[in-house]
């Protein structure tokens, strides 16, 4: 399983990024090979608006099954939703101590967009 978690750095020492779709970089954890990826996401961080589609749509493309992110609006939401993918919010310092609550079951899959569309 792939997760996929916002963050501005390239390693699991990084931030964890309290937004989805203006996150500047997204890590990719492959849960069985133990292995990640970072994929860049700038395209988003200054759009007028789309950031959340076009985020999760990358998302998708790079295989996540999950996301962890700290917020998700309702529009990114519906697209990670509707492409089959878990979103949980975390509250976690760093990439590790979210992936480490992840692995745990620490975390509470979302149910619904937890900030408003356009919030930065």
């Known amino acids: 399983m ?5 963050t501005a750095g390239d390693n699991l020492d990084a931030d964890l990024d309290v937004r989805f779709g203006r996150a500047p970089k997204f890590l990719i954890y492959d ?5 990640f990826e970072v994929a860049d996401n ?4 200054n759009a007028v608006q789309g950031a959340g589609i076009q985020s999760a749509e990358t998302v998708a493309r790079l ?3 999950a996301v962890v992110t700290g ?3 309702p529009k990114a939401f519906r697209v990670l939703q509707a492409a ?7 509250s976690a310092g760093t990439v590790a101590a979210a992936l480490d609550q992840f692995r745990a079951g620490a975390l509470n899959e979302a149910k ?3 900030v408003e569309g ?3």
């Open 2 to 6: 792939k997760v996929a978690f916002t």
């Open 31 to 35: 849960l069985e090979r133990e292995t």
């Open 42 to 45: 700038q395209q988003n961080l």
């Open 63 to 65: 295989g996540a099954q």
């Open 71 to 73: 917020h998700c609006g």
């Open 84 to 90: 089959g993918i878990e979103i949980y919010t975390a």
């Open 112 to 114: 619904a967009s937890d």
């Open 118 to 120: 356009h919030w930065v």
